[in-house]
């Protein structure tokens, strides 16, 4: 008995010794040999920014096919996705009117998914501190004004994405709550976390029965500035956009595979997603998410580890305005008959790594202690139940045993770049971002091992 409990003590000190072994090549990789911080060079510098149905998008496909047969996978293809196509065009100004003769000239973005103002609208402001006292207010109160909701994120929240969760509606449903009202537009103060000049983008949705007006957010220390006036006195402010919408086009997301040597029919994916906003270059939204992913199963073919399932990375296409990408993949597997176990997803930014959430039904004590043990000496301390990614939620519909891993770095800048001009490769670190590959290669061959 006691000869037999020592042997299997053995064996799991060796088993642990083994992925020590297989993670400290890992980051060694990474640190050493990495390619994910030039090919995100290459990404946001090279294409920049790349909305859906734009010709970035359809470029940025062309380039991760390549990027991914350069890795050496053994098949790489492209996914068919009809995607939403909706353009910013090329006018977006607005300025504030005070009737003490001040014009302050407001920086402004429209609204993913907004209409046009359809030339220039100039009219009386109202302004609300929260989402929910527009829904109370008096619509005769609203009528033929532009509404401007000055909603702060909380900032007492030690991570900055649950104050982006709580804020999300105003950007999301702002413009119908306002619509509701009589109101003409609607002027949101950017969801970000310091106060700066840059408006954040973002999507936003309109209720099916409710009139359609524009939406717009402007800078954080336009909002301030709005607000001090309109406490004092009545303020216009002149506003004009001319986004539109165009028919829905063709578009892919890009995969490339690994088959398993034990079990192929299972699969583990792993993913990012390839579209962004049409602001900045997508660096940490997401080309830093697409560049883990990538990175990840390039490196456990580089150190010649031999994966026993079949291991996916994806590129999604059109997470930020519709998940057509994360849907699509996910119908396509159901409708193949696949078997998917697992997927890791990152679309949190490209800063340090403090661990992964996960959201499954099946226990998984023993793994999350045998992960964040062999992961301390790389300051990986989060792993935990929580948030799930986007693009691999719809995986889930079809496949209710499937586990599902988010990727988490630091959280604390992610809002001061988070859709806006900022989210450039020059706000990229090399060492973070080869240090989230490293993190999300360990835990693809954890997952891959042990599952
Ligand atoms: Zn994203």
New binding site residues.
Partial sequence: MFKLIGICLISIACMAQNDSMIVQKIYRTALNNGKSYENLRSLCKDIGNRLSGSSAAKMAVEWAKIKMENCGLDSVYLEKVMVPHWERGTTERAWLRTNTGNLIPLHILALGGSVSTNGTLDAKVIQFNRLNDLKKANPSDVEGKIVFINEPMNESYISTLNAYGEAYPVRGSGASEAGKKGAIAVIIRSLGTSISDFPHTGTMHYEDSIRKIPAAAVSTKDAEIISQFINKQAINIVMELNCKWFDPVVSYNVIGELKGSKYPEKIITVGG?LD?WDTGEGAH??GA?CMHALEALRILKVIGYTPLHTLRVVFFMN??NGNMGGKTYAEIAKKNNETHIAAIES?LGGFTPRGFSYSCNKKNEKFSQLFLQTLKPYQLHIFEKGEIG?DTRPLSDFFPDIELYSFIPDSQRYFDIHHNPNDVFENINKRELELGCAAVGSLLYFIDKNK
């Fill in positions: 997603h962004s939204d997401d998410g997470e930020e679309d986007v």
